[in-house]
């Protein structure tokens, strides 16, 4: 299957490193997902779900202290200490393949190594990257089959000459201080060692389609970004896409996905990605995306038939359930998934469960892995090998307080301010605390590949090159009362204020401008069917200037990081903000 000289040549490599008993070359076939299925619940690594139920379904358990992205033991290994940037843990490249080349060498004996061609974009395509997965984790072919085109299409892609993405994973011994997440961009090559945990090991995914890729786009002019890519078909039948970075467990795959309110006739959505997208300049000077990825890894607790039936459907057949609730009929459950729960089940950590013993029954960082194919509303556009044009880009997060349901920025370069300014509480998606406010810019602060101050200039120079380039808003959907509650209903509703971002878009819709952007007046919304009182629309709505002076301090705060590194651009649009605040307060 194999005619590339130096995959064959590195493979041999890393097998004399690792020493594996075996090794196995995937070809991507039903035959061999198959095999590898059975010979995985042959061992326990994965269990055959109720075939009747959730045919093609596997569920996995991760070890408990490997259950979201260790962000701590991620690096960027860049040679130079300063191209790995302020945000970012760096290892001197030498250093780190030594010392995590003792802990490969040998971690493969008794074990099979798995050779994982893959291809990240449409095969064939101009702007599709092709990797080698190297892996000893049949859990990690399995997920890499349906989150990629993998196996005999991606060798065949790859043929004679290319480059590709040299990506070497082993589960080593699952302890957490022997784990390591590694990232070499000059030499295009991944290392993860100790964890088999999805954001970890499936390195198509936030290794290489974001932290290699952002170093790769900054190079040849282009972007990969933690977004969503969604069309939005209106009554007329236009349909226009928009892109959306939302930090992890955001809702990126319920927007991507979401079901239009009854008292919106007319609106369809189609779904071309749910986590990242690759953004390049067209002929016609307009953004183009595509989403180089083949299914999605999506967050599992909280997704119903009511908040997302189309993840809920997609996820029917084919699919991976890892680090949910598993019910004694063999089938899947976890919190906020709208049914009532099982009397009795086996948790997440492999223990009984039942609904009184005031354990989580999934991990809430739970995810089911379902190929993108099976999306009820996935756009016929989703493989095209030019990707969509984006009319609008959207940055958001949770916050409780301060950023309003939805605002336009001014300009790009604003917009780019807006996105670096981007912060959101924590969520389970990576270790640590839940709920404290980070600043996250553009959603990227943990995949960005390089130095962040270079990142921010990369967007700032994209500028000139793209003359017809989309608006750009932010978002919030989790705004908050006094008393805690959400002020905005969510989900399907998050539709009214895309359709204002549309509208806008047309140059058909109002806006008070306000020192922080647009922001819609309260009848520009399409409010038809939803109950909401105009006290609660009203502090959605409002930009409260004490707290936006607070924010420019906090803000201030992450980028003095930067020094002398910081885009004078952010500097002026600072400044531009706080006399806007002055003459406004
Ligand atoms: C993801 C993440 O899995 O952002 O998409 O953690
Ligand atoms: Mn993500």
Sequence with gaps: MFRNKEAVKWVEEMVSLCKPDHVVWCDGSEEER??????????????????????????????????????????????????????????????????????????????????????????????????IELSDSIYVV????????????????????????????????????????????????????????????????KCLSLRIASYMGM??????????????????????????????????????????????????IWTVGDDIAWIRIGPDGRLWAVNPEAGFFGVAPGTSMKTNPNAMLTARKNSIFTNVLLTPDGNVWWEGMDVPPP????????????????????????????????????????ENPQGVPLSAILFGGRRAKLAPLVYESFNWQHGTFVGATMASETTAAATGAVGVVRRDPMAMLPFCGYDMS?????????????????????????????????LWPGYGDNLRAIDWIIRRCKGEADAVETPIGYVPTKESLNLNGLEISDRALGKLLEVDHDAWMLELESMQKFFDQFGYNLPEEFIDEQQALRTRLGHWG
Excluded at 39 to 45: F, I, K, L, P, Y
Excluded at 86 to 108: H, I, L, Q, R
Excluded at 157 to 185: A, M, Q, V, W
Excluded at 350 to 366: L, M, R, Y
């Design 343 to 382: 009397v009795e089940a086996v948790d997440w950590k492999g223990d009984p469960w039942t609904p009184q013993s005031g354990e989580k029954g999934s991990h809430p960082n739970a995810r089911f892995t379902a190929p993108a194919s099976q999306c009820p509303v996935i756009s016929p556009e989703w």
């Design 219 to 268: 190079q040849e002019g282009w972007m990969a970004e933690h977004m969503l890519i969604v069309g939005i078909e209106s009554p007329d039948g236009e349909i226009t896409y928009i892109a959306a970075a939302f930090p992890s467990a955001c809702g990126k795959t319920n927007l991507a996905m979401l079901i239009p309110p009854e008292s919106m006739p007319g609106y369809r």
């Design 142 to 205: 399995l997920n890499m089959r349906i989150m990629t085109r993998m196996g005999k299409v991606a060798a065949d892609d790859l043929g004679e000459n290319e480059e590709f993405t040299k990506c070497l994973h082993s589960k080593g011994e699952l302890d957490i201080d022997r784990r390591y997440i590694l990232h070499f961009p000059e030499d295009n090559t991944i290392w993860s060692y100790g964890s088999g945990y999805g954001g970890n090991v499936l390195l198509g995914k």
């Design 454 to 486: 270079r990142y921010f200039r990369h967007w700032l120079e994209m500028e000139e090159k793209i003359a017809n380039p989309p608006k750009i808003f932010n978002v919030n959907w989790f705004k908050r009362d006094d008393d805690g509650s959400f």
């Design 34 to 131: 198959q095999r590898l299925t059975a010979e995985a619940a042959s061992t326990g690594e994965v269990l055959e779900l109720n075939q009747d139920a959730l045919p093609g379904c596997v569920y996995h358990r991760t070890a408990q202290n490997d259950v979201a992205r260790t962000e701590h033991l991620t690096f960027i290994c860049s040679r130079k200490e300063e191209d790995a940037g302020p945000t970012n843990n760096w290892m001197d490249p030498k250093e780190a393949y030594s010392k995590v080349g003792e802990m490969f060498d040998g971690c493969m004996k008794g074990r099979t190594m798995y050779v994982i061609p893959f291809v990240m974009g449409t095969p064939g395509s101009p702007f599709r990257k092709i990797g």
